[in-house]
């Protein structure tokens, strides 16, 4: 293998050239203490940290940066902590959504306009992933992900607990008075007991699973819990590797392939991913030139079985099981020909080498192929009157008696107004009906939210109903369930033809067909489109002015049209 020369090195712009301008690069790095042969002929690395004290899943990182760096000077490298938008899931209001593009734009101008050779990007809660391998793609130099790893599972009076689902099941409990207040504040303190990401197979889960199969990450890497001492180790062994991939001049161009992004939604679907998968799937592959659709996803769901008994989609297991039953490694030696193994990954050996000697240590945790969870995928999409351009579905999360379902349409315009009628107990309800939410898709919502999973009235909740159909232009948490139909395209807020559904119509599911339509007649909605008015703009200046000019929807991977790689050219290498 060819090895750069040092002289070649990026930061060598910066650091090398005998002239007032690198004068000056040098000097601020000796006014940080350290000397010339600290960094020159060196791969300076940039340590990407997406940690905030508001950010519950990274609580970690400030350690883990630590681990990170002696990696990288171990093996000659020269590392740099640099802090990133965190895009914490917990408390960013409307929605972290609003800010995944805004970490990506940020990801890739900080590595820009550095003199950064290569970075480790460390990422877990919900859209860091994407966002931070978006931002990175674009950008182009040699990258390691690492991933925050999951929490422990949840734990409260002998009962193990999971991210999210409980929070709702618990919840529903409540709602129908079956659980005290007493047991509501215990699994409040018990259902997240640790640093890192959701442990469930939510969407952090979910998107760490796919950076590693896309042959971003350490081999088995996402399966690690954040508080295990295998996770230094592992970070440790980034600042290693990264430093190798620089001398190598192993770019994510030359790994994040058409088929590592194949291999990356082979895996999803495997592990019974979460619906978000699929827009940010769809965005990180564009900005690698790879054109995923909707419908390859599709065409994925209805031949990948689900092997990862973790919840939501399976049963009983959770993160932590995972990962003693081998962890990912063991999943995808599961699934081994069903993916592309020379595809290369950053270890500088192939998805296959990387898989060799990978074993199963718990076979209800993850199953063989003869045994799986569900026999399809995780996710299945869906076209029709109301949603020509796509929307999502998780089969194996709702309730098998309503794939084929015909009920009348309750329709919500706004999140409140849903809210408060979901909680009345005189609303006339039945199990048949359809409750509908719109404007609540990537400019409506606005910024996309996890409003999809809309509660079940609470009359229905006393009369032990858990599940009735759903449908809305909105996501869903990864961690929720249920028979809920999302990511409607066109969503309904620039008049797609949600917009034009009525109370009382009647709305048509029909899953093995992959159809949602409104048994409306073309005569009637061609009446209700001419009187159909946009509603206000939800932003006047401002970050939310620019994204809602910019977002693309749901089936375009909502990221911001001039950030796709096909929009342009990209900017050159700083000549200054
Ligand atoms: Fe951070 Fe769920 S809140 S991963
Ligand atoms: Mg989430």
């Known amino acids: 293998m060819t090895r750069k020369d040092p002289r070649t090195l990026r930061s060598a712009r910066w650091f090398a050239p005998d002239d007032l301008r690198s004068f000056g690069h040098r000097s601020r790095m000796m006014q940080l203490g350290y000397a010339e042969e600290d960094f020159r002929d060196k791969p300076v690395i940039g340590v990407l940290s997406t940690w905030s004290e508001l950010n519950t899943c990274h609580a970690h990182f400030p350690e883990r940066v630590k681990d990170v760096k002696r990696g990288v000077l171990q093996a000659g490298g020269f590392a740099v902590e640099m802090p990133a938008l965190s895009v914490d899931e917990s408390f960013t209001k409307p929605t972290s959504m609003l800010y995944r593009n805004m970490l990506a734009m940020e990801t890739e101008e900080m590595i820009r306009s550095h003199p950064l050779d290569g970075v480790v990007l460390m990422g877990g809660c919900d859209k860091t992933t994407p966002g931070l391998v978006m931002g990175a793609l674009s950008a182009g130099v040699p990258m390691i992900y690492l991933p925050a790893g999951p929490m422990l599972r949840g734990n409260y009076a002998g009962k193990i607990l999971g991210s999210g689902s409980d929070a709702w099941k618990y919840w529903d409990e409540r709602r129908a008075g079956n659980i005290t207040d007493e047991e509501w504040l215990g699994i409040q303190g018990g259902i997240a007991r640790s640093a890192g990401t959701c442990m469930t197979m939510g969407t952090a889960s979910t998107m760490t699973a796919i950076a590693e199969a896309m042959g971003l990450s350490i081999p088995g890497a996402s399966s690690i819990p954040a508080v295990d001492s295998g996770h230094q180790r592992m970070a440790s062994e980034c600042g290693r590797r990264i ?57 994925l769901g209805r031949v990948t079985p689900l092997i990862a008994n973790v919840r939501p989609a399976g049963k009983d297991y959770l993160m932590e099981d995972f990962y003693y039953a081998g962890g990912l490694r063991a999943l995808m030696k599961q699934i081994e020909e069903r993916l592309d193994c020379t595809a290369m990954t950053v270890t500088g050996k192939t998805m296959g080498e990387n898989l060799q000697g990978a074993e199963v240590y718990n076979d209800d945790v993850i199953r063989p192929l003869s045994n799986p969870v569900y026999h399809e995928g995780s996710l299945a999409v869906l076209r029709g009157n109301l949603c020509p351009d796509g929307a999502v579905i998780k ?62 009235p609470k009359a229905l909740i006393k009369q032990g109903h858990r599940d009735m159909l759903r449908i809305s232009d909105a996501r869903m948490s990864g961690t929720s369930y249920g028979a809920c139909v999302l990511h409607v395209a066109p969503e309904s807020y620039i008049g797609g033809p949600l917009a034009l559904l009525k109370s009382s119509d009647i ?23 001419s009187a159909w008015a946009p509603p206000a703009p939800r932003f006047e200046r401002g970050y939310g002015y620019m994204f809602s000019r910019h977002v693309t929807q749901a089936d375009q991977g909502c990221d911001f049209d001039f950030l796709q790689s096909d929009f342009g050219r990209a900017a050159g290498e700083p000549d200054i």
């Open 243 to 299: 430093v190798e991939m620089v001398w190598e001049d192993l770019t994510p161009g030359r790994i994040v392939t058409a088929a590592a992004c194949r291999n990356a939604a082979v895996v999803a679907m495997a592990t019974g991913c979460s619906t978000n998968a699929v827009v940010h799937l769809i965005a990180m592959a564009r900005r690698a030139g790879v054109d995923l659709t909707l419908d390859d996803l599709d065409e």
């Open 395 to 456: 089969p194996a999360a709702c309730d098998p008696k309503l794939h084929v379902h015909e009920g009348p349409a309750l329709v919500f315009d706004t999140y409140s107004e849903m809210k408060a009628a979901i909680d009345d107990e005189t609303l006339d309800v039945t199990p048949d009906h359809v409750l509908v939410l719109r404007n609540a898709g990537p400019l409506g919502g606005p910024g996309f939210p996890e409003w999809g999973m809309l509660p079940i």
């Open 507 to 529: 709305v048509r599911l029909d899953l093995p067909n992959r159809r949602l339509d409104m048994l409306v007649d073309e005569e009637e909605l061609a009446r209700r489109r």
